[in-house]
């Protein structure tokens, strides 16, 4: 069965501290996308990355980066030098290809708190 | 440029009203989905459209009716409002292909049923 895993519930670290959040999934398809999103506290869902099954190069965008893993179904996402602005749900979703065709279906994951003290 | 437009932002109802909650998008995505987003639970799929005239359900279906008469629009009718249905709904978008589920979602509606 598809399914997403992020076993951290709520996070809290001190400003500039590195920080990773954690994603583990199952699938039955062979290929496969793994996305990130984020969720201010003003409620908005915000596409971070995708990534595709075949890509397995880590990558990093400012204070953010992405390791995924395929021999350990991992995608974890790291924030380097945290800051208070990234506090926020965190989610992972894999896609749910349904066979093949794009159905623009996503499984989450049940989010990640993180909490950024001053 | 409005992306997904969800309404209303937030709903009251009492156990066995029915409402719609609407959803339109004016980047002529062809696909649709309705989520809902629950403490601990994350964001589950409610039911989907890959096209006009073309539905389907997805993990959480019971309880809800959709129908797309139009790419546009997208809204999700709740039949008898039960107390398990207080969420927070999330409308979302893509293209049917090449983004491979790189979903738009609306800014959320917050239903309480009391």
């Known amino acids: 069965a598809q399914k997403v895993t992020q076993a951290q519930t709520e996070i809290s670290v001190v400003e500039k501290e590195d920080v990773t959040l954690d994603c583990v999934y199952e699938t039955r398809d062979t290929t496969y996308y793994l996305f990130w999103y984020k969720q201010p506290p003003s409620g908005e869902l915000v596409f971070l990355i995708r990534r595709n099954s075949f890509d397995e190069q880590n990558e990093i965008s400012g204070r953010y980066s992405w390791n995924f893993q395929k021999s350990t179904s991992s995608f974890n996402f790291t924030i380097t030098a945290s800051q208070v602005v990234d506090s926020a749900v965190y989610f992972c979703a894999l896609s749910d290809l349904d066979g093949s065709s794009n159905t623009g279906k996503l499984i989450f994951g049940q989010g990640t708190t993180l909490q950024v003290k001053p | 440029n409005a992306g997904v437009t969800q309404t209303p932002k937030f709903q009251v109802l009492k156990t066995g009203q029915s409402m719609t909650l609407q959803c339109a998008q004016d980047?002529?995505?062809?696909?649709m989905s309705w989520y809902r987003q629950d403490p601990g639970m994350g964001l589950r799929l409610i039911h989907y459209?890959?096209?006009?005239?073309?539905?389907d359900q997805g993990e959480v279906p019971n309880g809800y009716n959709v129908s797309r008469s139009t790419t546009e629009d997208f809204p999700l009718r709740l039949l008898s409002a039960a107390p398990s249905q207080t969420s927070v709904y999330f409308c979302a978008s893509s293209y049917a292909t090449g983004s491979h589920g790189e979903l738009f979602f609306g800014e959320g509606s917050r239903l309480t049923v009391l």
């Open positions: 980047m002529n995505h062809e696909y």
């Open positions: 459209s890959v096209g006009a005239g073309i539905t």
